[in-house]
Structure formats: structure tokens, C-alpha cells
């Protein structure tokens, strides 16, 4: 069964400004919107969060090579997220991920 929209993944602070997180993505990446569907399930995040495939496209931008342990794939899958949903936020611009998504990510490389 589909999971529906959770709060979490509707809104989110930058600055303290407040974004709606799907409208983001849909001016980012509209083929990956699911309407209706916890963001955290979407099949965006199986085929590139999530993907280690995909993953290892983005290690020389934000990691070390070679990736040691999950801590290295969970930091760079929430790299990847970010850049996904929100583009380049610049240089020391900090959000909090859902945390629907982080836990689909903690699921996919435990700590």
C-alpha cells in the first residue's frame, strides 16, 4: 500500500523561511513528483537516493573515495537529497531533511 503524505515531508525552514519541500522538487525535478505518496517512497528516491549506482556519480563533489562504511553512503545520500530537492543551496545554507527521508536513508545504510 502507498503511503500518504506525512507532514514532515510538506514544509521546512531555510533561513527561517518556510518552503513547501514537494513544490521545490517539482521546480527542480518535475518527472519526480508523485502526487499523493510520502516523499520518502517515492520511486525517485529508490532509483537515486537510495542507489548506490547513482550514488557513486556524486563522490568526487562530496566525499572521499573509496566510500569506507555506511556512514560514508548515509552522508552522501543526504548530500544528494538535498542537492535533488533544493538545487545548490550555496555555501554554509543548512536545512533539515525530513525525517521521513532520513530514515528511509538510515534503513538503506545503518549506522
Known sequence: M???????CQTIKIHGMIFNV???IREQNPQDVEEGKCL??????DKKIL?????????SDFC???MEN???W???ACRVFTRWAFG???RGVRIQIPECVMKRISETFPL
Open 22 to 24: 514537494v513544490e521545490r
Open 40 to 45: 520518502a517512497h517515492w520511486k525517485a528516491m
Open 74 to 76: 548515509f552522508y552522501l
Open 64 to 66: 572521499k573515495d573509496p
Open 51 to 59: 542507489n548506490i549506482s547513482y550514488l557513486q556519480g556524486y563522490i
Open 88 to 90: 545548490v543551496l550555496g
Open 70 to 72: 555506511n556512514v560514508d
Open 2 to 8: 502507498a503511503e500518504s503524505v506525512c507532514e514532515c
